[in-house]
């Protein structure tokens, strides 16, 4: 037996067949038109361009004003010379920061899943451990990074701790209230269709929580190069940090702002990628807002 | 107690022993810093195998409260509650499929991994748990929409969905926590008819919770009427219509209008 008649709600949704014959899959009705979306990015782009330009005159008005000390405030032409010149130099330091800030991540990624997913499936560790992630937020790094310079010395090992240190809180407490935000109903669901505690992990509460752990991400990148720049200001031999330290001692000022332009560039590029990541990793957060 | 008014003829109601589901003088209370609050009180109720028992009652009655009872997601403060004879709650929660008021799909899974999770959370391989998903897709109309979003789908498509997940659970026991209530009333009233031809194709017994009179009588082979918190069974009417049935001979008889105004009195004479 043909179980039933062909559905046929009320209200018709993209791509649903109406009457007899489906002729276009939904799918195929329901993506965005790649132009469209790409005229939509371009748009969105350009008020953030607009204040940078506008900001960049205005920089580049108050540095020429007679005042104003060349040693203290290089204009954006004197940085652009700067990066242009010492580019080779720059790019080795940045190189390094990049490293110390990439490899950073990880580690608090890592360490702040394992966190984040232990205090979520034990509660008596969720509530022991709690107050004692807020506090980790609460150390002051600047005056930790010397210590661990003394504690790991000169290398590669100061940077990363520090890094991993304020990258760990915003990521593990992102997941862990992603990892809680699974609504009771669909909780019960799962319990009734036989899912044990980790099949529901897995299958429900970590992609669920996908979203917030990309936000935590998010905060992460833009403070991952501030912590590898104190690493390096409390005691390295390379990076951007050691090489803006210097500069500003030797009173090079136009290499300062070329490094903390870099410096920015590196943030803001790593807040870009994660936005990108998440778009290839969360594609249904789009789908549903397309809808709505 | 609870007056037990029987409506229709008696000899065909199915005895004790025989009841696939069985409550007997279930009582459940919830306790909050406000104070006590009596959800049922010595509820009796009974559906034998392969029948459509609908349970409706005023908003607070103890409804949805009665089905997790039934699913084993929590347990009565006294009486007793057998699904295909377990009592015992991980004998219920495995005899039981329940599907929740809202469709609740996963955002990120298709409409076909969505009903595949089903089989998937009782250790199917993915691949495995799609092929077994897919027929049933076919069968119901809904071949075209299995790769499709959750968001992409209308609110009557993802309530099909989730009907076929709960399917997929494969148990002997539906449980329907007012399936339709989120609908608009042309999509419920085209999903109660599909409701009606997927229970004759695939037939379970079901416990169907609504608030809607003639929802609970088009669907059920017997209405049992619940009075307001602390809900009891105020009359149990049988529904002598052949199923599946059609909705426009259905409702416009003159016997289904009778018990729809039966029904209706028994709800409003529990509420003073």
């Known amino acids: 037996m043909t179980a039933t008649s062909p559905p046929s709600d009320g209200r018709a949704t993209r791509g649903e067949p109406r009457g007899t014959a489906a002729e276009s899959t939904p799918e195929a009705a329901a993506r965005p038109h790649r132009p469209a979306a790409r005229a939509g990015a371009l748009r969105r782009a350009g008020p953030p361009v607009l204040l940078v330009a506008a900001g960049l005159v205005a920089w580049q008005g108050v540095a020429s004003l007679p005042a104003v000390d060349d040693l203290t405030l290089a204009s954006p032409l004197e940085t652009r010379a700067a990066l242009g010149r010492d580019l080779p130099l720059l790019a080795d330091a940045a190189l390094v920061t990049l490293l110390e800030v990439v490899l950073g991540l990880a580690l608090a990624v890592a360490f702040g899943a394992v966190t984040a997913i232990a205090m979520h499936l034990v509660h008596p560790l969720r509530q022991a451990a709690y107050p004692v992630l807020v506090a980790s937020q609460a150390i002051p790094v600047v005056v930790l990074a010397p210590l661990f310079v003394l504690a790991f010395d000169y290398g590669l090992a100061p940077k990363l701790a520090i890094v991993a240190l304020i990258c760990f809180f915003p990521v593990t407490v992102n997941l862990l209230d992603g990892l809680g935000s699974v609504e009771p109903e669909l909780r019960k669901l799962m319990r009734s269709l036989g899912a044990s505690r980790l099949s529901t992990l897995r299958r429900v509460e970590l992609p669920a929580s996908l979203p917030s752990l990309f936000s935590g991400l998010r905060v992460a990148a833009t403070v991952s190069v501030i912590g590898a720049v104190f690493g390096e200001w409390a005691g390295a031999d390379a990076g951007l940090g050691r090489l803006v330290l210097l500069a500003n001692n030797q009173l090079q000022t136009p290499r300062v702002y070329a490094g903390v332009v870099l410096l920015t560039l590196m943030a803001v590029a790593l807040f870009v990628l994660v936005g990108l990541a998440e778009r290839i990793a969360v594609p249904w957060r789009r789908a549903g807002r397309s809808e709505a | ?272």
Not at chain 2, 47 to 58: D, I, K, N, T, W
Not at chain 2, 103 to 117: I, V
Not at chain 2, 158 to 165: I, M, N, S
Not at chain 2, 172 to 182: G, I, K, R, S, T
């Open chain 2, 1 to 272: 107690m609870p007056t037990q008014l029987k409506a229709a003829d008696t000899e065909h109601r199915t005895p004790e022993e025989t009841a696939e589901v069985a409550l007997s003088g279930v009582t459940r209370r919830f306790s909050s810093p406000r104070g006590e609050t009596l959800a049922l009180a010595g509820l009796d109720l009974a559906a034998a195998h392969g029948e459509v028992l609908s349970v409706v009652g005023p908003s607070g009655c103890g409804k949805s409260t009665l089905l997790e009872l039934v699913a084993g997601l929590s347990e009565p403060d006294a009486g007793s509650v057998a699904v295909a004879g377990a009592t015992a709650r991980e004998g219920r929660l495995a005899a039981c499929a329940y599907m929740p008021q809202r469709d609740l799909l996963l955002p990120w899974r298709s409409a076909l991994t969505n009903a595949a999770l089903a089989l998937e959370v009782q250790g199917e391989r993915p691949a495995a748990a799609r092929a077994r998903a897919e027929p049933l897709f076919v069968r119901f109309g809904l071949a075209d929409f299995a790769r499709a979003l959750p968001a992409e789908l209308s609110g009557g498509m993802r309530q099909r969905v989730a009907f076929l997940r709960t399917l997929l659970a494969g148990r002997p026991v539906l449980l329907l926590d007012e399936p339709f209530a989120a609908l608009d009333s042309i999509t419920r009233a085209a999903m109660q008819e599909w409701l009606a031809e997927a229970l004759a194709a695939e037939p379970r017994t079901v416990v169907l919770v609504t608030h809607d009179v003639r929802e609970a009588l088009f669907l059920g082979d017997r209405v049992a009427v619940l009075s307001p918190r602390p809900g009891r069974v105020v009359v149990e009417l049988d529904v002598p219509f052949e199923r599946p049935r059609r909705r426009r001979e259905t409702v416009t008889d003159a016997a289904f209008a009778a018990l729809e105004e039966q029904a209706l009195a028994a709800l409003e004479g529990s509420g003073r």
